[in-house]
């Protein structure tokens, strides 16, 4: 299946959205740190609810560790600095959506270390800041799975 990847994720009710997203999609979740919050919180348990044993949750030290982890999968970046609609791009299992922090997207080095064509973007009205986070993350997966029919899923 797909792999969501937080880059250092700031709100807890965010990534608790996005764990039970994981859990009810069959996607894995890539928490890279440092994370804003402890993943003990309460905020984070209330968003998650009984989600979080369900989903499953990896967590990294730092980007390096995380590419480590990946071993060359394919990485979309969602940005708004991309030029690429989302809907332009052909997802295969295993690839990897990859989430910057909610107050300031991803940072410029890691954006560079990635092809133009895989720097997606979600259609806005102009001089709109961002979506939600958990909210780009479902529009993200559920792209990914309706290009494959919505395998594994009733």
Known sequence: MF??????????????????LCANTGCTLHLIHPLGFDLDEKKLRRAG?????????????NFSAFLTSIKGATIYALTTKGSISYTKASFTPNDIL????ETRGLPEDILTLLDNKH???IPM???RRSLNLS???AIMVYEALRQ???????
């Open 119 to 121: 720097k997606l973007r």
């Open 49 to 61: 609810m009984d989600y979080r044993d369900l989903a499953i949750v990896k967590e990294h030290q």
């Open 98 to 101: 990859l989430f910057g922090p």
């Open 3 to 20: 792999h969501i990847a937080l880059y250092e994720p700031e709100i807890p009710p965010n990534t608790g959205n996005i764990m039970r």
């Open 148 to 154: 494959h029919n919505f395998k594994d899923l009733e």
């Open 125 to 127: 009205i102009p001089n």
């Open 135 to 137: 909210n780009t993350v």
